[in-house]
């Protein structure tokens, strides 16, 4: 079983619509969650990280259930821009040794 | 710049000939990050630095692979005898060492072994 198990896509939305990604990670002791955004042929960016009592920055909500071990990212009212592969990442040593998963695809439509 | 640089962008080379990427950290960023990514694959770890040592090489695919890092700042990864399949995109990262993420990755260098 991988370490990090994401839905590769794509996913097709159209603008405005609201669509979840769900992450499962098999290390229960793993001890810190993020979402990086890669645009196509572009290096990842840290899009935000996922704490337990889950966050919100504008449009994006994460979410960690450490009980079924999966993390969330909802994105509401889908833009264009949006468009781009979300990769969750789980880190698990103590020295911020984090682990990627594949990414899941999101294509906005207008 | 104030971000993460990578030399050279792109790299075309011949199967058995070595190469050497380059990585320019943030200024003061300790934390030092090796990864590379394959066409449509995930980001496959290969070595963390912390200042100028490496407690974890476990990504290094092979003993073709090297990685150093000199007065905790610039970073070189060599790949000996270069093959077809260390074709991808070789990728550096750093962070201050006080944080839990990965906070900013270079432009990463695309390596083509013909």
């Known amino acids: 079983r991988k370490e990090v198990e994401q839905d590769p896509g794509p996913f097709n939305v159209p603008e405005g619509a609201t669509v979840a990604f769900n992450c499962t990670y098999s290390n229960s002791a793993s001890q810190s969650f993020f979402w990086y955004r890669q645009d196509c042929r572009k290096e990842p960016k840290l899009l935000m990280s996922v704490y337990s009592s889950g966050n919100e920055d504008g449009r994006f909500t994460a979410q960690l259930n450490r009980a079924s071990q999966y993390i969330s990212l909802l994105i509401r009212d889908s833009k264009l821009s949006d468009s781009a592969t979300y990769l969750c990442v789980v880190g698990s040593g103590g020295y911020q040794k984090v682990t990627f998963g594949t990414g899941t695809k999101l294509q906005v439509i207008p | ?114």
């Open chain 2, 1 to 114: 710049g104030a971000g993460v640089s990578q030399s050279p962008s792109n790299k075309v080379t011949e199967k058995g000939k070595d190469v050497e990427l380059r990585c320019d950290p943030i200024s003061g960023h300790t934390a030092l990050y090796w990864y590379r990514q394959s066409l449509g694959q995930g980001l496959e770890f290969l070595i963390y630095f912390q200042g100028n040592s490496a407690p974890d090489k476990s990504g290094l695919p092979s003993d073709r692979f090297s990685a150093e890092r000199t007065g905790g700042s610039v970073s070189t990864l060599t790949i000996q005898r270069t093959q077809q399949e260390d074709s991808a995109v070789y990728l550096c990262a750093s962070s201050l060492p006080q944080r839990q993420d990965i906070e900013f990755f270079g432009p990463g260098t695309r390596l083509t072994v013909l």
